[in-house]
């Protein structure tokens, strides 16, 4: 059973930083790309970044670029979200996602990822 088991999250106040992790079992990378997506109640899901299968691209939403930083290990099957500076419109439930074996190019686009995490809460306060 494929599954990708998140880390991290929690409460913290506006400008600090939070790490979340995503770790991939039941199959390995293989080469897939990864994204982070978030939401908040009542909206729709929406794309923050992705990283390429190789980990050689990434690509941001607007609002986290120079603030966000994806990053994978493949020996290890994991996705990282680095977040700093953050800010109280950051507050969501954060997913990592993969997509299918071998697909390697990044998407910002929710149909087009195959596995994707539990969720985990991110609250800024101010």
């Known amino acids: 059973q494929v599954q990708l088991v998140q880390s991290g999250g929690g409460v913290v106040q506006a400008g600090e930083s939070m790490e979340l992790s995503c770790a991939l079992s039941?199959?390995?990378?293989?080469?897939?790309?990864a994204g982070w997506f978030r939401q908040v109640p009542g909206k729709a899901r929406e794309f923050v970044a992705a990283?390429?299968?190789?980990?050689?691209?990434?690509y941001y939403a607007d609002s986290v670029k120079g603030r966000f930083t994806i990053s994978r290990d493949n020996a290890k099957d994991t996705v990282h979200l680095q977040m700093n500076i953050l800010k109280r419109e950051d507050t969501a439930v954060y997913y990592c996602?993969?997509?299918?074996?071998?697909?390697?190019?990044?998407?910002?686009?929710?149909?087009?990822?195959?596995?994707w995490g539990q969720g985990i809460q991110v609250t800024v306060s101010s």
């Open positions: 039941g199959r390995t990378f293989q080469n897939a790309a």
């Open positions: 990283i390429s299968g190789s980990g050689t691209y990434t």
């Open positions: 996602a993969v997509r299918a074996p071998r697909w390697a190019s990044i998407s910002q686009f929710l149909h087009e990822y195959n596995d």
